[in-house]
């Protein structure tokens, strides 16, 4: 009979916000694949745990996989954790997970710590649902685009991001997107925790340096921002269209999506104004 993979929620900083299932079941199991076993072997040294762990990051995931999925068939059961918090959100292990359910596997959740719930509880946001959008690209172009599709987004939108990159992304967004309110965390649970939920510009002026990625918390766009109270002016539409598609390098298709979603209307309208400026 197949083993199980557990897929093991750990702590994103405390060592305190482990649950009592996560340590038996890492205590049971024959093996933990961790995204980085040195982070992954300070938990269960804390916890007493003397599981061998093995390594599995984004860098030989699809190698490791097939040792892994035949460990799993012979009746062994794996934890899969990542550095911090809950796998595969944003993290390697997804490649694992689809080879053990198409291996007929059972593979189970262990529920625990995740940045981007802790945050989004803590923010006060008001919205009947969020969207999690992971990491932004990282050259500007892509992100931009990227940014584009939540211009009109009425739900929370949950973002993470690397210190060496937030002050662009804050620029970005703050440039596509308007002010904004916006609940940025970084180093949660920890000593140095900080949330602070105020408009984009407030959190350009008060950025510093600092260690910890930061999950950010995008507050849905109000009907002034989203364009509701009045029709959007898409007068440059045509213009941001060919710097799209020509400096861009995207798709016609793709251009025309990028543009809705920047002004809150459909591809349709988007094609007919482009279509009535050749005119």
């Known amino acids: 009979m197949p083993g199980i993979l557990y897929v093991v929620a750990t702590p994103i900083g405390n060592l305190e916000d482990v649950t009592l299932r996560a340590l038996r079941v890492l205590r049971e199991v024959s093996l933990v694949a961790a995204e980085d076993t040195r982070r992954t072997a300070r938990l269960l040294q804390h916890y007493s745990i003397p599981t061998p762990t093995t390594s599995l990051h ?51 959740p262990v529920p625990g710590a995740s940045a981007a719930i802790a945050t989004l509880s803590a923010s006060g946001v008001m919205s009947d649902g969020f969207v999690f959008a992971g990491f932004p690209p990282s050259r500007s172009t892509a992100r931009k685009r990227w940014l584009g599709q939540f211009t009109a987004e009425r739900r929370a939108v949950v973002i993470f991001e690397a210190p060496h990159r937030i002050r662009a992304l804050l620029e ?10 916006l609940t940025l965390a970084r180093e949660l649970t920890k000593i140095h925790e900080n949330l602070v939920v105020k408009p984009i510009s407030g959190h350009l002026e008060a950025l510093s340096h600092g260690r910890g990625e930061y999950t950010l918390v995008l507050h849905p766009a109000s009907d002034e921002q989203t364009g509701s109270a ?43 104004v482009i279509e009535q400026a050749k005119k």
């Open 172 to 181: 970005d967004m703050l440039a596509l997107l308007g002010d904004r309110q």
């Open 58 to 108: 984004e860098h030989n995931e699809r190698t490791r996989t097939p040792a892994l999925i035949e460990r799993l068939q012979r009746g062994e059961s794996i934890a899969l954790v990542s550095d911090a918090g809950t796998p595969v959100l944003s993290d390697p292990g997804a490649w694992l997970v689809a080879a053990a359910h198409a291996a007929g596997v059972k593979v189970e």
């Open 230 to 272: 009045a029709p959007p002016d898409l007068s440059q539409v045509p213009g941001e269209f060919g710097l799209l598609t020509n400096n861009g390098g995207l798709s016609r298709r793709k251009a025309l999506q990028t543009l809705a979603g920047k002004y809150g209307v459909s591809s349709r309208e988007v094609y007919r």
